[in-house]
């Protein structure tokens, strides 16, 4: 499996806005949706938003309002906006890959992009 | 929200030994549990789907039982590369889904 590397990450000022991408390498539009998962330092994953070939998206409540996530079909790449950050934003992102035979799990991951929110 | 809580926060063992981590929801997610693995530095790698199922070049040392709110994932002989954290994940309400916290299975 090639392995999806994501970019964009860097640090950010509170209330600020970033984005990151990653190559959607390997989607098939019948078979696969499209996450971000985060993780803060030290800590467990927390999945944050997910897009499905329809142009279906859903947010987890702690960034609903302030991350897009959204594709560019000529790029082939996945892009997540995050606006309005906040210190808690401050995690690793993975870019991930599910197959909609397991609807909500994860089969290929990226490589993880860090993004750090401080003053 | 379903919270998924694995048990324990850390294994000790040594190579060659047999791993038995433990992952409980609050309530029924039927069969729908995966385990991931992360080694240090790296990105989590999918191991078992819906419970009990192997995915694609996962070594047979890994298995996974259980149903309804208990769930255990099987290190059968524990190999060097193996030390890492393990998370299980439910997707009985996606989206969200949700992660546990994580067990550490460390070298003694």
């Known amino acids: 499996e090639v392995q999806e590397v994501e970019s964009g990450g860097g640090l950010i000022q509170p209330g600020g806005s970033l984005r990151l991408s990653c190559p959607m390498s390997g989607f098939t539009a019948n078979s696969n949706y499209m996450s971000w998962v985060r993780q803060a330092p030290g800590k467990g994953l927390e999945w944050v938003s997910v897009?499905?070939?329809?142009?279906?998206?859903y947010y987890a409540d702690s960034v609903n309002g302030r991350f897009t996530i959204y594709r560019d079909n000529s790029k082939n790449r996945l892009f997540l906006q995050m606006d309005n950050l906040r210190v808690d934003d401050t995690a690793v992102y993975y870019c991930?890959?599910?197959?909609?035979?397991?609807?909500?799990?994860?089969?290929?991951w990226g490589q993880g992009t860090l993004v750090t929110v401080s003053s | 929200d379903i919270v998924l809580t694995q048990s324990p926060a850390t294994l000790s063992l040594s190579p060659g030994e047999r791993a038995t981590l433990s992952c409980r929801a609050s309530?029924?997610?039927?069969?729908?549990l995966a385990w991931y693995q992360q080694r240090p530095g790296q990105s989590p790698r999918l191991l078992i789907y819906?419970?009990?199922n192997r995915a694609p070049g996962i070594p047979a040392r890994f298995s996974g039982s259980g149903s309804g709110t208990d769930f255990t994932l099987t290190i059968s002989s524990l190999e060097p590369e193996d030390f890492a954290v393990y998370y299980c994940?439910?997707?009985?309400?996606?989206?969200?889904?949700?992660f546990g916290q994580g067990t550490k299975v460390e070298s003694k």
């Open positions: 819906d419970a009990s």
């Open positions: 994940q439910q997707r009985s309400d996606w989206p969200p889904g949700s």
């Open positions: 309530q029924s997610i039927y069969i729908y």
């Open positions: 991930a890959r599910g197959q909609l035979r397991w609807e909500g799990y994860f089969d290929n």
């Open positions: 897009l499905y070939s329809g142009g279906s998206t």
